[in-house]
């Protein structure tokens, strides 16, 4: 079981960017997936990007070429950088760690874009 805490989350402008980050209560450097998803009010959460053990990374079609999912595993931690926001970005976002059959999720962060 790994602790996830998220952070970097907060208001922006259409067209704007935030890093998003979640730092893990131990080494990501075993963990199978590590993953971020989001919640919009009123819909199901939702997948938006990964990051295997070797580095590959992929992306839900509403975020790729905009979003990239980054790790640095001497802090134990993975980003996600998210540019060009829009509107229908706005969600509390989640990050995940998969390590054998479970998976372990924090707490989210609140990212909201707005004019």
């Known amino acids: 079981q790994v602790q996830l805490v998220e952070s970097g989350g907060g208001l922006v402008q259409p067209g704007g960017s935030l890093r998003l980050s979640c730092a893990a209560s131990?080494?990501?450097?075993?963990?199978?997936?590590m993953r971020w998803y989001r919640q919009a009010p009123g819909k199901q959460r939702e997948w938006v990007a990964a990051?295997?053990?070797?580095?590959?990374?992929t992306y839900a079609n509403s975020v790729k070429g905009r979003f990239t999912i980054s790790r640095d595993t001497a802090k134990n931690t993975v980003y996600l950088q998210m540019n060009t926001l829009k509107l229908e970005d706005t969600a509390v976002y989640y990050c995940?760690?998969?390590?054998?059959?479970?998976?372990?999720w924090g707490q989210g962060t609140q990212v909201t874009v707005s004019s």
């Open positions: 990051i295997g053990g070797g580095g590959s990374t």
């Open positions: 131990k080494s990501i450097f075993n963990i199978n997936f």
């Open positions: 995940a760690a998969d390590i054998g059959v479970s998976r372990d």
